[in-house]
């Protein structure tokens, strides 16, 4: 069974920095992507950063572009998303989901595992 599961999320001050984990067990990651997404209640879901687990390759929405960082840590199974500068806009809760080879990475339709959600609060 597929889990991931986000840990990190909680409160800061606008300019400060959080770093999101998510754990991801029960499929060969190594061939599938990680996103991270995030949501404003009433608001669309929206893409963050992905990154493609057997090569490396990343990519970071505008909003969040110089500062917020996608990576992965092979050994462990763990995707993360490092944000720095966080603004009061950046509030919302943040979603890790994975992949399968060769889908569209842009529209979350295409993530078929999601975790449960970790709340960041930016206040101003």
């Known amino acids: 069974q597929v889990q991931l599961v986000e840990s990190g999320g909680g409160l800061v001050q606008a300019g400060g920095s959080l770093r999101l984990s998510c754990a991801a067990s029960g499929r060969t990651f190594s061939r599938y992507a990680m996103g991270w997404f995030r949501q404003i209640p009433g608001q669309e879901r929206e893409l963050v950063a992905f990154?493609?687990?057997?090569?490396?390759?990343?990519y970071h929405a505008d909003s969040v572009r110089g500062r917020f960082t996608i990576s992965r840590d092979n050994a462990k199974n763990t995707a993360y998303l490092q944000m720095n500068s966080l603004k009061p806009e950046d509030t919302a809760v943040y979603y890790c989901?994975?992949?399968?080879?060769?889908?569209?990475?842009?529209?979350?339709?295409?993530?078929?595992?999601w975790g449960q959600g970790t709340q960041v609060t930016v206040s101003s």
């Open positions: 989901a994975s992949a399968p080879p060769g889908r569209w990475l842009q529209d979350g339709k295409n993530y078929d595992y």
């Open positions: 990154i493609i687990w057997s090569t490396g390759n990343t």
